[in-house]
Each structure stands twice: as structure tokens, then as C-alpha cells.
């Protein structure tokens, strides 16, 4: 197996901005000044019909999508969408509506249509705005994150590059046979945001990626696997050819698979895998399921729920993060804190709504969890993957999970999987079909150690993590 981390050579050179002028650029067809108005003018109509309160955003985003299958030009794909979205608020009886379409006369039916719903909708008592001051301030809200990173490609240019990290791929070995594709996409949009509160804000973001899927064998013996590259700054992308070797170099180590007994044992999740348990994390302690009480970490604010030597850690303001935001969906300022300190829960994922529903404050978290890291304090530099190999001692490597089988109200867990058998701390051979089994809470408390191969996926970054003890289900 190589490494996680592939840094290759940089093919373009992005550079951050903030779309502040009068003149639309970067590829978008509205210039930040139209959206500001936008805001204002539906604002002004809401209260013009008597709403207490109201909320809008306009946001537009653009991009490319180019694959290419054996070579050839499979698709070439551009898209472009914009939208004004409208919540109104009369006392505590809320109303939503959206457009595509920003004409004076169509901007006031949306107002209307969300003004007409608030006025049928049964009240909530925990309906409404954000208090005012857990609103982000003007400076905090134009904190520039370096989220966008434009990236003048065209579909010849970017259908050239998903070829050569597909040829790079099939290049790797005679035993890489074809090919499911290789891909390239870049992204990015812009939004503005306000509410009748005082809020004002919005800024522009990209996100572009690289991605190859070959596949090695014949017959009932082929396997597949794939890998990818995406940042918002194109500049930072790994070299085409990285990527496709890489590709190519994990789909050979899965031939020859085999199936094992059904046993009890050690489990180590790859790395990029490993942010799935910190998604399960965020999702049993995010507010709407809390207040739904449809999670199994219910009232574990205080509780110690992973080991002493484990902490979770957010940082909003991380420049070019994924998951990085001076405010969130509602307007709300963010910021860094401790999520789980020394295995403990210092805090949930709240928004405004949730929040009231659960008697607490927002964290500032509409939208979601910003840039989580998942850290062990017993971690050493030199703890990369083979170093976890060898604490794995005899088990299961795990580097691909199937199926959504987990139950967040009881916190069951069970997976399809296919990985590699580990004996004496070193890789033995593939394995394939078969299902590891167990509880998150359990999970979470058995959690023995985090690699320092920290990888990122999406907002979420963590080495492998090493599970003392799973069921695994063979033949």
C-alpha cells in the first residue's frame, strides 16, 4: 500500500479573491453588488407586507465536469444554477419559498409566497431568527478564509488531464485490464446573505478535483478501486499521473482476494475511511437528533464517551479548509473550540433551532461541522500506517465499506467491507465479502489508537484509527 497522501506537481496557478467589484468575473454572471441589492429588496418587502421577521440568501454557482473512458471523451458537462431563497417569519409561525428567477415581479411572488405560508403555519416556539448577538459583526463576517481559487480550464484542457491520469493508471501494469474512467471537475459559487436582524454577508468558493477508477484482473477475479485529488485551489490538485498510479497500485493489491472465518478481532480503518466514524460522531451528538431522540450518545454533554487520550478538535477559520466558514448558515459567527477534550464532550452541533428546541445556545452550526480533527495524544510522528500495521498485530485492515448499515438511534454498526488480513503487523493478503459488525459506543470506547497518516476528507481529517475488537463476519 502506498501513501495516503499524494502530493504531485502543481498544473495551474489559482489565486484568492473576494468579489468585491462592480463588474461580474471569474466566470459568473452576477457581481456581488446585484445580490447585495437583491437582499435588501426582498428584506424591504417582507416588511412591507408585515412580516416580525425574514431571512434571504441569492447564491449563483458554475463549473465544468469533463470524463474520459479508455482515452476517448466520454462526457463534457457544464452547469450553471442561481436561486434566491426567502423565509419569513410572522410572530413564531415560519414560511420558506425560492426562485430561479430574479426579476422585480418574481422576486415579490417568492416574498409573498413565504409570507402567505407563515400566516397558515401552526406555530413553533422555537421558531425564529438567531438572537442578535450571536450574529457574526460586520469584520467577522469578511473574514478572508482563501475559499476561492477560480480555474480558467476548458473542457480540451481538462479532458487532457483525466487522460493522462488515466493512461498513468492503465501504464502502471500489464494486469490493469480497463478502466470504469478518470474525471475532472471545477466548481465554484458565490452567495450573499441577510436578515432583518442586521446580518449581512456572503463570499466565494471553489472546489476542484481529479479522479481515476481502474480496474485490474479478468473474469471473476477483477477488482476495482479508484482515487482522487480535490482542493479548492487547482494549484494544489496532485499531478495527474500521481493520482492514476496510485489508483492503479491499490486496485492490483486487492487481486488474489480472499474470504476469511468469522472471528472477533482487532480492526484498523484507513484513514480516509476513519473520518466516517467522525461523521457518526457528529451526527449522534447534532442537534436534530438529539432533540429527535434519535441518537445513542443522548445527554453525553460531560460524559466521557472515547478514551482519556482521544480529542476532537474544530477549526472554522482554517484558511483554504473544506470545511471552513466565518459564519454559518444562519448568519451565526463561528469558531475554533474543543468538541471532545481527553475523551470528554465539551459541546454538541447546534443550530439556532435546535438549540432552543434543547434548551442551549447555537454553536454556530447550521450547515454542519467545520474542519474536525480527530487526534490521540499518544500519537508519535512516526506512528504512520506501517507503524498501525504492526499495533494491529493480527486482524483486519479495512479500505472499502459498502452499504449504510448504521443505526443511529441504538448506535449498531455493520458493514460490508474488503481490506487486507494482517499477520505479525504485516499485510498477509486481500480480503474480500466480508461484513465487520459492532456498536459505535463500544466502537468509540475501544478506539486504541489514530495514525499520524492523517488524511482529509471533506471537513473532516484524521489518521487511521485502530479498533481493539469487532466481529467479523466471513465464510
Avoid at 50 to 58: P, R, T
Avoid at 432 to 457: P, R, S
Wanted: hydrophobic share 40%; with cysteine; net charge neutral.
Amino acid at each position: 500500500m502506498g501513501s495516503l497522501g499524494i502530493i504531485g506537481s502543481a498544473f495551474h496557478t489559482g489565486s484568492s479573491c473576494n468579489m468585491t467589484s462592480s463588474r461580474t468575473e471569474h466566470g459568473f454572471s452576477y457581481p456581488r453588488e446585484q445580490f447585495q441589492q437583491i437582499v435588501e429588496d426582498c428584506l424591504a418587502m417582507a416588511r412591507e407586507l408585515g412580516a416580525s421577521d425574514a431571512s434571504v440568501e441569492v447564491s449563483e454557482g458554475a463549473g465544468l465536469s469533463v470524463s474520459v473512458r479508455k482515452g476517448d471523451l466520454e462526457n463534457v458537462e457544464r452547469n450553471r444554477d442561481k436561486s434566491v431563497g426567502v423565509s419569513v417569519y410572522v410572530g413564531q409561525r415560519r414560511g420558506n419559498a425560492s426562485s430561479s428567477d430574479f426579476s422585480p415581479d418574481a422576486l415579490r411572488q417568492t416574498v409573498r409566497a413565504a409570507f402567505d405560508i407563515a400566516r397558515f403555519t401552526a406555530e413553533d416556539p422555537a421558531a425564529g431568527l438567531p438572537d442578535a448577538e450571536d450574529l457574526a459583526t460586520p469584520a467577522e463576517a469578511a473574514r478572508d478564509l482563501a475559499l476561492f481559487f477560480p480555474w480558467d480550464i476548458d473542457a480540451q484542457r481538462a479532458a487532457e488531464l483525466a487522460q493522462r491520469c488515466e493512461h498513468a493508471a492503465m501504464a502502471t501494469d500489464r494486469r490493469i485490464t480497463n478502466s470504469e474512467g478518470a474525471a475532472v471537475s471545477a466548481q465554484q459559487s458565490h452567495f450573499w446573505a441577510g436578515n432583518s436582524r442586521g446580518f449581512r454577508g456572503g463570499y466565494a468558493t471553489s472546489r476542484h478535483y481529479l479522479s481515476v477508477s481502474p480496474i485490474a484482473g479478468k473474469g471473476a477475479g477483477m477488482q476495482r478501486d479508484a482515487w482522487y485529488s480535490s482542493m479548492r485551489d487547482a494549484a494544489e490538485l496532485a499531478a495527474p499521473e500521481a493520482v492514476g498510479r496510485y489508483a492503479a497500485e491499490r486496485a492490483l493489491s486487492r487481486l488474489k482476494s480472499r474470504k476469511i472465518a468469522t472471528c472477533e478481532v482487532p480492526v484498523l480503518f484507513e484513514a480516509p475511511l476513519a473520518s466516517g466514524l467522525l461523521g457518526a460522531y457528529v451526527q449522534a451528538t447534532s442537534g436534530g437528533s438529539l432533540y429527535r431522540k434519535a441518537s445513542f450518545l443522548l445527554d453525553s454533554l460531560g460524559q466521557r464517551i472515547l478514551p482519556e487520550h482521544v480529542d476532537v478538535d474544530e477549526d472554522p477559520h482554517q484558511p483554504r479548509g473544506k470545511g471552513s466558514a466565518p459564519f454559518d448558515d444562519e448568519g451565526v459567527r463561528t469558531s475554533a473550540r474543543k468538541v471532545v477534550e481527553a475523551g470528554v464532550v465539551q459541546s454538541y452541533f447546534l443550530s439556532s433551532y435546535s438549540a432552543r428546541k434543547l434548551g442551549l445556545r447555537t454553536t454556530g452550526h447550521a450547515g454542519g461541522s467545520q474542519n474536525l480533527a480527530l487526534r490521540s495524544r499518544l500519537t508519535r510522528p512516526s506512528d504512520d500506517l506501517e507503524a498501525m500495521l504492526r499495533k494491529l498485530g493480527r486482524g483486519l485492515f479495512v479500505t472499502e465499506l459498502m452499504g449504510q448499515g448504521v443505526n443511529f438511534v441504538t448506535g449498531d454498526y455493520s458493514r460490508g467491507a474488503a481490506g487486507f488480513w494482517v499477520e505479525g503487523g504485516r499485510i498477509a493478503f486481500p480480503v474480500h465479502e466480508v461484513t465487520i459488525a459492532g456498536n459505535l459506543k463500544q466502537m468509540f470506547q475501544d478506539l486504541a489508537a489514530v495514525g499520524a497518516d492523517v488524511y482529509t476528507q471533506g471537513s473532516k481529517s484524521t489518521g487511521s484509527v485502530l479498533i481493539t475488537r469487532m466481529k467479523v463476519a466471513g465464510s
